[in-house]
C-alpha cells in the first residue's frame, strides 16, 4: 500500500486536492457533479452515471455525457430516478451485488471473467455505443453500501475509445472512497434540511417544496449571470452557489414563528400584524445565526435581508437590539449595497415567485403583470443589476418556472 502512494504521487497530490474541494460542498447536486466530472477528467471518460441505492435498489442520481448532452442540457433529467436492480444483469447492478470494482474493454463482447450482463436499455434508448466501462462502488465505514459510480468510453489523446487502464482504477478508487464519505455528509445534510422546510410547510401550505426549490433554483441562476459579468472563476462561482441554493431555500424560516391567526389570514393584515407578520425576517436571522457553518451564516443574512428594497423603504433595517425585539415598527430600512448581495438577489426570486403565484390573500398575477412590476421597480424595490440580470437569463427563468412547477 504505501508503495503504491509512494509511486503515485502525482495521482496523491491530485486525490488530495479535490478531497479538500468535495468535502466542502452541501448540495447534494453540486456535489455528485464535482465528482462525476473530475473523475471524467482525470479518465479521460465520455460518460459517467452515479446510482445511489435506495429502498434495496440502484437509483440513477447523476448523469454526464459530453456526446450525448452536448446540445441538449435537459436531456439528461430523462433519465434521473431510474431504477436499476442489483443483480448480475447490468454492470452497475453486479458491481453492488458483489461490491467489486469492475473493468470492461467491450461491453458487446466481455472477455473479462466479470459473471455479469451488460444492460443494453439505455444504448437502445438514445442510440449510443457504450464500449468501456469501469464501475466502482461506493462504500462508507463499516463496508455499507451506499452506491455506485460508473464511467464509460475512456479516450486517447487521439479521441479513440480505449480501455480504461490501471492507473485509472487505482485513481478511481481511492476518489470513490472519498467520495462516499461526502456524499454520505451531504445526503444527511439535505435531508436535514427537507425537514425544515418541510415544518415550515406544514405551518405555511403555501410555502411548498416546489416555490421554495424555485426560488433556490432562481436565485443560483441570478448569482452565476452577475458574477460571470464580473469575471468571477466558475470554480468560486459554483462554490458560492452550493450554499446560496440552499441558503435561499430557508428565507422564510422565521415564519414558523409566527402565529397561524396572522400567517393564515385570509385578507390583508392589519397595521399591528403587520408589524409582527414582518418578525419572520428577525426568526429567521435568529435561527441560523452565529453558526460555524458558511451556510448557516448566509441562511442567516438572507432571511433577516430578503424583504430590504433598494431604495432603503424595506424592512427589518439596522437593529441593535435584535436579540430582543419582539416586532417591527415603521422604520427606515438598510440601503442600496448596505443590504448584502444574497438578499438583493433572494428578493427578486422571492417576490416574482409570490406575484406569479396564488395566496391566501391574493390571486396570481398574469406574467405580463409581474415583468412590469420588476421593470419598474428596478432601482426602487430591485437592485437595478440584478434586475439586468434577471432580464438577460430570461429565458432559464421561464424554464426553471414551469419545470419546477407545483
Ligand atoms: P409572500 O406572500 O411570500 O410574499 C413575498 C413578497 O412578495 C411580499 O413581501 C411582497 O414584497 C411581494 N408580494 C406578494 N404579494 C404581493 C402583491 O399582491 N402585491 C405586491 N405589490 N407585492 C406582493 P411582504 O409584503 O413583506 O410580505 C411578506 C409576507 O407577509 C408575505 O410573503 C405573506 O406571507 C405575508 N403577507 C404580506 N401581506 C399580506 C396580506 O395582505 N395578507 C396576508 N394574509 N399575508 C400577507
Ligand atoms: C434540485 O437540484 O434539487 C432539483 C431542483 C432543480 O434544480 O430543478
Ligand atoms: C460581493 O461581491 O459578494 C458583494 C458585493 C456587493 O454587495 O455588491
Ligand atoms: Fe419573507
Ligand atoms: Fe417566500
Request: proline share 2%; with cysteine; charged share 30%.
Amino acid at each position: 500500500m504505501n508503495k503504491k502512494i509512494v509511486m503515485d504521487k502525482e495521482i496523491l497530490d491530485k486525490l488530495l486536492t479535490i478531497s479538500e474541494n468535495i468535502h466542502n460542498i452541501s448540495d447534494i447536486d453540486i456535489l455528485l457533479d464535482k465528482v462525476l466530472f473530475e473523475l471524467r477528467k482525470f479518465t479521460n471518460a465520455e460518460g459517467g452515471t452515479i446510482f445511489l441505492v435506495e429502498d434495496g435498489n440502484l437509483k440513477i442520481r447523476y448523469i454526464q455525457n459530453e456526446i450525448l448532452f452536448k446540445n441538449d442540457a435537459s436531456a439528461k433529467y430523462k433519465y434521473l430516478d431510474k431504477i436499476i436492480p442489483i443483480n448480475k444483469e447490468s454492470i452497475a447492478g453486479a458491481c453492488a451485488l458483489n461490491s467489486k470494482i469492475i473493468m470492461i474493454t467491450d461491453v458487446y463482447n466481455i472477455k473479462e471473467d466479470c459473471n455479469c450482463g451488460f444492460n443494453k436499455s439505455f444504448d437502445e434508448m438514445t442510440n449510443y455505443r457504450t464500449k468501456s466501462i469501469i464501475a466502482v462502488p461506493l462504500k462508507i465505514t463499516g463496508n455499507k453500501l451506499i452506491g455506485v459510480i460508473q464511467l464509460i468510453n475512456a479516450r486517447n489523446a487521439n479521441g479513440k475509445i480505449i480501455s480504461f487502464s490501471e492507473k485509472d482504477k487505482l485513481f478511481v478508487t481511492y476518489f470513490a472512497n472519498d467520495a462516499a464519505v461526502a456524499i454520505e455528509k451531504a445526503q444527511n445534510m439535505r435531508s436535514m434540511i427537507l425537514k425544515m422546510l418541510k415544518m415550515v410547510e406544514y405551518r405555511d401550505p403555501k410555502e411548498t417544496g416546489a416555490h421554495v426549490n424555485r426560488i433556490g433554483t432562481y436565485a443560483i441562476e441570478l448569482y452565476h449571470e452577475w458574477a460571470k459579468n464580473r469575471g468571477f472563476p466558475v470554480e468560486l462561482i459554483r462554490r458560492f452557489n452550493d450554499k446560496l441554493k440552499i441558503a435561499a431555500m430557508l428565507h422564510d424560516t422565521g415564519k414558523i414563528a409566527i402565529s397561524d391567526r396572522i400567517l393564515k389570514k385570509p385578507g390583508p393584515l392589519k397595521k399591528n400584524e403587520l408589524k409582527i407578520m414582518k418578525m419572520h425576517t428577525v426568526y429567521g436571522y435568529r435561527i441560523f445565526k452565529n453558526s460555524d457553518y458558511e451556510l448557516e451564516s448566509m441562511a442567516a443574512e438572507i432571511a433577516l435581508n430578503h424583504h430590504e428594497r433598494w431604495d432603503g423603504t424595506g424592512y427589518p433595517g439596522i437593529i441593535e437590539d435584535i436579540d430582543k425585539i419582539e416586532f417591527i415598527d415603521n422604520r427606515s430600512g438598510k440601503k442600496g449595497t448596505q443590504i448584502p448581495l444574497t438578499a438583493r438577489i433572494v428578493a427578486l426570486a422571492d417576490v416574482y415567485d409570490a406575484l406569479s403565484s396564488k395566496r391566501i390573500y391574493k390571486e396570481s398575477w398574469e406574467e405580463d403583470r409581474v415583468l412590469e412590476y420588476i421593470r419598474q421597480n428596478k432601482g426602487k424595490h430591485f437592485d437595478p443589476e440584478i434586475v439586468d440580470c434577471f432580464f438577460s437569463i430570461y429565458d432559464t427563468i421561464k424554464e426553471i418556472k414551469n419545470k419546477v412547477c407545483e
